[in-house]
């Protein structure tokens, strides 16, 4: 079936520092994918949407200039959380459809801490 | 606008015995897609089941099948046969059928399974 590899899986960061998340779409093409971040015992709130080859849409609230998304080829996706604050720490899940309205297919999450 | 409802926080049932979990939903959307997802303690979101909605067969997966009925835009789902790896949170989801594909999640229910 369809693999979504996310990576790192755990990374702690210091406060100011920028950090890059990876979602590759291993057996499949991905023309979207999705960043979602969930907060402990919360449900996933999506962040935006990523577009190959063009910029992605952010959902409001969310600030574009601290969450940079690159979506460069089809099955690479980048989430850059840049001068990361202790209140960005979150766990942040990538998922990308494979089409035909059969819904998603997960990355394993990022748990970000920001000390 | 499409909201998601589950009204269930926790729930336990015993092993071996059967759970229902319920979602709503409100749309103007005539036709779309249900899911349930489940997101074990690993935090990986797994698929469970999918829902046509312009179909009135209820989706069945093994131990796992669902309650679909589109008027009251409920969309509840039963596992049979609890196992203890059923222990999971359960996440109602929403896709609109053409247009902005992002899925909308309820605010899950944590489901325990006793031994």
């Known amino acids: 079936g369809a693999v979504v590899s996310q990576h790192p899986s755990r990374v702690i960061c210091k406060s100011g520092t920028s950090v890059k998340i990876e979602c590759r779409s291993l057996?499949?093409?991905?023309?979207?994918m999705f960043w979602y971040r969930q907060f402990p015992k919360q449900s996933l709130m999506l962040m935006a949407t990523?577009?190959?080859?063009?910029?992605?849409?952010?959902e409001q609230g969310v600030e574009k200039d601290k969450f940079l998304i690159n979506h460069a080829s089809l099955t690479l996706s980048t989430l850059t959380v840049t001068s990361a604050h202790p209140e960005d720490s979150s766990f942040y899940i990538c998922s990308a459809s494979t089409g035909g309205g059969y819904g998603y297919t997960f990355g394993s999450g990022t748990r970000l801490t920001v000390v | 606008a499409q909201t998601v409802t589950q009204s269930q926080p926790e729930m336990s049932v015993q092993e071996a015995e059967t759970v229902t979990l319920s979602c709503t939903y409100d749309?103007?959307?005539?036709?779309?897609?249900l899911f349930w997802y489940k997101q074990p303690p690993s935090r990986q979101m797994i698929l469970v089941i999918r829902q046509e909605a312009y179909k009135q067969q209820n989706a069945t997966e093994n131990r796992f099948s669902v309650n679909f009925q589109k008027a009251a835009k409920s969309f509840s789902l039963k596992i049979s046969d609890s196992q203890l790896g059923d222990t999971a949170m359960y996440f109602c989801?929403?896709?609109?059928?053409?247009?902005?594909?992002?899925?909308?999640f309820g605010t899950g229910t944590r489901l325990t399974v006793i031994p």
């Open positions: 057996d499949f093409q991905a023309t979207t």
């Open positions: 990523s577009n190959e080859g063009s910029k992605a849409t952010y």
């Open positions: 989801a929403f896709m609109k059928h053409t247009g902005a594909n992002n899925l909308f």
């Open positions: 749309t103007s959307e005539n036709n779309y897609y």
